[in-house]
Nanobody, 121 residues
Framework: QVQLVESGGGLVQAGGSLRLSCAASERSFNNYAMGWFRQAPGKQREFVAGINSGRTTIYADSVKGRFFPSRDVAKNTAYLQMNNLKPGDTAVYYC???????????????WGQGTQVTVSS
């Protein structure tokens, strides 16, 4: 079973950048679809961005042009580069991996522990 460990969250001012990492315990992860999701207090978990094994990427409209997913197969790690952060981006961010889907969804089987991102105005 793949285990995912996230890192890279923190407090940043509006307009700043952060890079989240999601390290997997197994090399088979490199064949999985990866996704990034976030959950703000009182809200449902929502899709942010995704990258599949072929490195095709998809984005939520709210982050297009600002957030960029990537993956390093040598390190079994996925990343989410977040630029021009806004206070509305404040949430707990989760990575997810799915061996069967084209892109990860909220129903994907493997999840990281979550990392807090707080954007101050």
């Amino acid at each position: 079973q793949v285990q995912l460990v996230e890192s890279g969250g923190g407090l940043v001012q509006a307009g700043g950048s952060l890079r989240l990492s999601c390290a997997a315990s197994e090399r088979s992860f490199n064949n999985y679809a990866m996704g990034w999701f976030r959950q703000a207090p009182g809200k449902q978990r929502e899709f942010v961005a995704g990258i599949n094994s072929g490195r095709t990427t998809i984005y939520a409209d709210s982050v297009k042009g600002r957030f960029f997913p990537s993956r390093d197969v040598a390190k079994n790690t996925a990343y989410l580069q977040m630029n021009n952060l806004k206070p509305g981006d404040t949430a707990v961010y989760y990575c997810a991996a799915d061996p069967a889907a084209v892109f990860a969804t909220v129903s994907s089987p493997y999840w990281g522990q979550g990392t807090q991102v707080t954007v101050s105005s």
